[in-house]
């Protein structure tokens, strides 16, 4: 990559992470003006790792080696991959949540109907095609065999296909994967890994 790409790539992360930012401050805003859902601190969370990604990406260079069948198989495009398909799933699920609750309310409608919502839509949308894309890709180049099932398409193929099933079968049963996430928190992070430090205050 000549200095022209690096530059242009470097302007266009510049500018995708300024719109982020102000996408994070619109977020941080809504609350003043009653306007409130579940989904706010999760979309907050994935636009600040989507920002660390957009910058490691652009210092980190994957070797590209001409051959489809290994297309990926380096570790950096074993671990962005998966990790960037989950953040656009994880992402566009969120933001599905958001726009419901945030259209129930009549008041929060007005509140929210600012440019950052919007390219907020139009950022999610970009992302859950991609990563749509990604994984149908991805699945039908390891089943005519023309990608190794073992390479970075084989691991995103998996990840996201599990990630899926997650999310629909909390959903099938009236659940929400952000409150399986949430009890999670709550049993790890609060009260330690098994769950003792609660009991402890129960006693």
């Known amino acids: 990559m000549n200095n022209t790409q690096i530059g242009i790539?470097?302007?266009s992360v510049a500018i995708i992470v300024f719109i982020i930012v102000k996408i994070r401050q619109f977020l941080d805003e809504l609350p003043k003006c009653g306007c409130s859902s579940p989904a706010l601190k999760r979309i907050r969370l994935l636009e600040l790792v989507i920002i660390i990604?957009?910058?490691v990406n652009l210092f980190v260079m994957p070797k590209n080696s001409g051959n489809i069948r290994t297309m990926g198989s380096s570790m950096y495009a074993k671990i962005m991959l998966?990790?960037?398909v989950l953040l656009y799933l994880y992402l566009t699920y969120n933001t599905v949540q958001f726009s419901n609750d945030t259209n129930k309310d009549e008041t929060c409608k007005k509140c929210?109907?600012?440019w950052e919502?919007?390219?907020l839509y139009a950022q999610t949308f970009i992302y859950g095609l991609s990563a749509a894309m990604l994984i149908i890709a991805s699945a039908m180049l390891i089943t005519l065999g023309v990608v190794d099932i073992t390479s970075s398409y084989g691991f995103m193929l998996a990840v996201g296909i599990l990630f899926l099933l997650?999310?629909?079968t909390t959903t099938i049963y009236g659940g929400s994967i952000n409150d399986l996430l949430d009890i999670?928190?709550?049993n790890t992070v609060n009260e330690g890994f098994c769950g003792c430090?609660?009991?402890e205050e129960k006693k």
């Open 112 to 114: 929210t109907n600012k």
């Open 53 to 55: 990604l957009l910058i």
């Open 197 to 199: 430090a609660g009991e």
């Open 82 to 84: 998966p990790i960037a």
């Open 117 to 119: 919502k919007y390219a």
């Open 184 to 186: 999670v928190e709550k």
């Open 9 to 11: 790539k470097a302007v």
């Open 166 to 168: 997650g999310i629909a």
